[in-house]
């Protein structure tokens, strides 16, 4: 995660969360009260996050302390602690909600990808996020992804080309994205990996015929569709399957030989892992 952007994005969330102050502790909180607070694990899964809390702690008040006794990717239980945050009350508190808001979703982004991941242990295929992610939080999402031991894909659209069905539509055909490509990156000098899709095995033989691309991503295909597709492209370009594809479903199309399967609901459709901020001493 590039900590720059990191470091903006997490203070357009203070700016929204404070306003021009928090009055509920402020009204009833000392401003040289010193505390504790620990964050309390209420589930089952994988954690994510810490870093990111050690960032909205840091910009909030540098002088607060962390004692980390969980990494992110640590499996976690109900009453496990990840840290102790200790320092002025006031700063512990108005860093709570931002930092449960980051570690809740990225953690339970995480605990999603790794029960897709832990389904096709043994096996080639690796598991990829996609760009159906929160306007302004993707690289923490994203980065959960990884957390959880799935792989990131393109983080948008600027570092990779994604031929989709509507770019080969309103280009003309798939030939004629392809070759179009071509001379737009050789216009713009740029060197980046073309992905295309396909939609049926009529257009994966069209894609062969024309070559010139890094991997075909197999959308909405059915199993035996998918096994064909893996034979007729024989390992010539890589391949993706994508399009619905579930927990249940996951080892199915993994056993039929593709490389990668993105999976959408790992960022948009997940359950936040519980957990909580609790005082429990004052210094």
């Not at 404070?18 to 509920?24: C, E, R």
């Not at 999402?141 to 393109?154: F, L, P, S, W």
């Not at 948008?156 to 737009?184: P, Q, V, W």
């Not at 056993?255 to 959408?264: A, M, P, T, W």
């Amino acid at each position: 995660m590039n900590s720059r952007n990191l470091s903006e994005l997490i203070k357009l969330a203070i700016t929204e969360d404070a306003g021009d102050g928090d009055h509920t502790s402020l009204s009833c909180i000392p401003d040289n009260v010193n505390g504790q607070a620990r964050l309390l694990i209420k589930d089952h899964g994988i954690v994510a996050g810490i870093n990111v809390a050690q960032m909205v702690f840091h910009q909030i008040d540098p002088e607060l302390e962390l004692e980390l006794l969980l990494k992110d990717g640590a499996k976690v239980k109900n009453g496990d602690v990840a840290f102790v945050v200790s320092g002025k009350v006031l700063s512990i508190l108005q860093s709570e909600r931002l930092v449960l808001n980051f570690m809740q979703r990225m953690s339970g982004i995480a605990t999603t990808t790794n029960k897709y991941v832990r389904k096709l242990e043994g096996l080639k295929t690796r598991i990829l996020d996609t760009r159906k992610t929160t306007p302004g939080l993707r690289v923490f999402e994203k980065a959960a992804v990884k957390t959880g031991g799935g792989e990131n894909h393109r983080m948008g659209l600027y570092d990779m080309i994604m031929l989709k069905d509507n770019h080969i539509d309103f280009a003309g055909g798939i030939r004629e994205a392809i070759n179009s490509t071509h001379a737009y990156l050789k216009s713009v000098g740029k060197d980046l990996s073309i992905e295309i899709e396909a939609r049926n095995l009529d257009e994966i033989r069209e894609i062969l015929k024309t070559g010139e691309i890094n991997r075909i991503m197999l959308d909405n295909f059915t199993l035996n569709d998918t096994r064909k597709a893996v034979e007729l492209i024989n390992g010539k370009f890589e391949t993706e399957s994508s399009g619905g594809i579930t927990l249940e479903t996951v080892l199915d199309y993994a056993e039929c030989g593709v490389d990668f399967i993105s999976v959408g609901a790992l960022t948009h459709q997940i359950h936040s892992l519980d957990m909580s901020l609790k005082a429990f001493s004052k210094i």
